[in-house]
């Protein structure tokens, strides 16, 4: 399994509204196409909000990216969720093992 971390650095004022936006279109998009968000938080002066969203493979990510990007749902959203984010971080991970402590 990989996941990515993304971190986006949200407009001056904008979270509110961002985290709006997050929940009430894109997780629904997410979940429509069989990419599970993890989980999401702010940092603690509310200016990056980091979410996780996993994959089976590597190779899935371009292809469920496609998917997402072309439903209608997300093209009708244009450039909304993109007008609230200064910058955009994003990095694969893949999961490890950890021994019980």
Sequence with gaps: MVSQIRIYTINKGMMDSWINVFQEKLMPIHKKCGIPIVGA??????????????????EEIASKESEYFATPERTELGDLPGSHIAKIEVKVVESVVLPVA
């Design 41 to 58: 938080w702010t940092n603690l002066d509310r200016s990056e909000f980091i979410w996780v969203r996993s994959f089976s493979t590597i």
